[in-house]
């Protein structure tokens, strides 16, 4: 019963302009409305528990703080009441009418800034409470304020322009919001639609939310809690739910910082690696938070692109605050976000490795690539990420790994780089002719069993000042060993090579005896330093050019080889059959090198070899 008629009221000019806007855009997600309106609710509830410590006299005191959300299918409405603050006449009309609140001027102030063909502009920022006119033909707020001596009024609308006010009794203290829908909005009256919503983007608001009468937002913001009250099983909880998981979570992060951004950071690496398990590329899905209401469940920049694995949620407070004071400054404002939690992280993993080195193996052997990913890639952050990667080495037994830095403490005075050797397995490197020269002079070689490590160690370029070099590539200057008896001589030698050289042709561009070989008795390479065996398969992969230009290497013979001395004797008294010898010694030296394409050639030749025994 109204003791008074009602009042008509015109918006506001700016409210006309955004809600014309809101009503006219083709904005897809409408169902933020309940978003924006549910966390108005709970705003009000924070306000009046925050009001019942600092005053004595409060409307309706005892009423639970709690949200209330109904559907009514048949008359197509959606009704969300609270118990929080209330508002006044004067709270109407100064809050639903004009344009001094935070997240609607944030709005029209990104508009003004271009924005304004950008319906996605609303779903960044919120429209606020006039989001409720993308859906709504009418929106009627009963509204009763804290303030005992305050009467109660309804606030009605249909967007149009204008508003009424009306006294009304029977309005417990808070809000009561009545939206009556669009003909085409009506699945917002269905109560299935309405719980998926709230779950997507209320679920940790803390209040309890009821919808028709049953509690929907069980879990808590568990980010926001202190870590030492949280118990294992409830983060696990917390992880499937979140990042609607079905495994256990391996590792988590849990932390908080005030400068120079309000954070709270809660952040799980899952078991498995899906990209290795052949499914399609991780999407980034850590959710961004603003005091526990979702702003964007897979924000793109929120973290760098090598982080994609990562499960979670960030909350930051300064959101809203520094959007408001700078306008459109959100993506500076992710890039702090982004850098400061990306730091961490790394700092978290360190720990990790430092102590719990198991943990970290097995983490590694599933989530490494990223790391190399990150290594290769992200500059800003390589430093740090280079100290986590791991390798097993010529010292190093099976399956062991050792890092950068520990293989610069077993560094000999003399030694300036740091060797590897990249092939398919541990075997293979093993067995292969460039690890011996290593072996010999006591210098130790990271082993690297990826095909990206090449790219890798190429972009990583060096580690603590000491530049990383391939162990197989031609510019690696070894310090002499001893001379070895039984050796050709050095005439002799000189001789075998030119007439190598001579005998193959354009496939070397050089031929030469090495002071690397131990046992084998010869080694091919690279001649050109850019085109690594690991880039031509890439590039052959890729159809590109230059893939099919014949391989030209330097061929490195030993002359202690009993192979060679053999060869020697042979290329006078039978030079037939030794041109096939040498044929067949570069080609086994391009295949340990990876540099064989086709090897059809090779096995008539061998053949032909054979028939001579
Ligand atoms: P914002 O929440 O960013 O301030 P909104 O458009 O969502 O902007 O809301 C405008 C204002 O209306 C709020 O600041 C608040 O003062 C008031 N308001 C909205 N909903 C409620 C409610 N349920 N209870 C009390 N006040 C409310
Ligand atoms: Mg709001």
Partial sequence: MSTATPQKFEFQAEIKQLLDIVIHSLYTE?????????????DALEKIRHTQITEKDIADDQLTLEINVTTDDKAKTITIVDSGIGMTRAELIENLGTIAHSGSKQFLKALGEGGAKNSNLIGQFGVGFYSAFMVAKGVKVYS???????????????????????????????????????????????????????????????????LNGKHVNTVQALWLRSKNEIKDEEYTEFYKFQAHAFDEPRLRLHFSADAPLAINALLFLPKENTEKMGFARTEPSVSLYCRKVMIDAKPKDLLPEWLRFL????DSEDLPLNISRETMQDRALIEKLNKVITKRFLKFLEEEAKNH?????EFYQEFGIFLKEGAAMDFAHKDQITKLLRFESSLTEKGKATSFADYVTRMGADQKEIYYLVGPNRAAIESGPYLEAFKARNLEVLFCYEAVDEYVMGNVREFDGKKLVGADHSDVKLTDLP????????????????????????????????????????????????????????????????????????LEINPRSAVMKRLFETHSAAPEKAKLVAEQILDNALISAGLLDDPTSMVARLYKLLETV
């Fill in 311 to 314: 499960k979670g949620v960030v």
């Fill in 144 to 210: 009763r304020s804290w303030k005992k001596s305050e009467p109660a009024h309804v606030w009605t609308s249909d967007g149009s322009g204008s508003y009424e006010i009306e006294e009304v009794a029977d309005q417990t203290r808070g809000s009561r919001i009545v939206i009556e829908l669009k003909d085409d909005c009506g699945d917002y009256a269905d109560e299935h639609k309405v719980k998926e919503i709230l779950e997507r983007y209320s679920a940790f608001v803390s209040f309890p939310i009821n």
């Fill in 483 to 554: 001379k070895a008896e039984g050796s050709l001589g050095e005439e002799d030698t000189k001789k075998l090579t030119s007439w190598l050289k001579e005998t193959l042709g354009d496939r070397v561009t050089e031929v030469k005896a090495s002071d690397r070989l131990v046992d084998s008795p010869a080694l091919a390479l690279n001649a050109d330093k850019f085109m690594t065996p690991q880039m031509r398969r890439m590039m052959k992969a890729m159809n590109k050019e230059g893939a099919d230009s014949p391989t030209r290497v330097t």
């Fill in 30 to 42: 409408k169902e933020i409305f309940i978003r924006e309106l549910v966390s108005n609710a709970s």
């Fill in 357 to 361: 080195a198991d943990a970290y193996t």
